[in-house]
């Protein structure tokens, strides 16, 4: 089995920022280009849904530990000033039986009820 010495991140938005931050606390060597700085990207202003996606099901128990971690991490970072991290509530619900993904399950404040009409999976 080989090993990653060195990586190049090619941007600074979220998703570069994250893998490069997650690879060096695994030990890898990470240099990072980017055009702009990560405050003048759209990451930096844009808002996001936490949960995995739709069709993404498998594999559940590792789906659940990845979720988990992340939801973890966008806590802490939320309790931090200056992150631009915030929690807000929000509602997943379908009409169409399976559709959800399920994107809420381990989420903090996660409920079962939902308008009449709806499905949950």
């Not at 890898?28 to 849904?49: F, H, N």
């Not at 970072?77 to 399976?98: F, K, Y």
């Not at 959800?100 to 308008?115: H, K, Q, T």
């Amino acid at each position: 089995m080989s090993t990653i010495d060195d990586v190049l991140i090619v941007g600074a938005g979220v998703i570069g920022l994250t893998t490069a931050v997650s690879l060096a606390e695994a030990g890898v060597g990470v240099r990072i280009w980017t055009r702009e700085r990560p405050e003048d990207t759209t990451s930096a202003v844009a808002g996001a849904i936490w949960g995995r996606g739709p069709g993404v099901q498998e594999p559940r128990e590792r789906i659940a530990a990845w979720s988990g971690a992340t939801v973890g991490v966008l806590n802490e970072l939320a309790e931090r000033p200056g992150t631009g991290v915030r929690v807000a509530e929000g509602l997943e619900a379908t009409r169409e039986p399976g559709a959800s993904a399920g994107a809420a399950d381990g989420a903090p404040g996660a409920r079962d009820d939902l308008p009449p009409g709806y499905v949950d999976r």
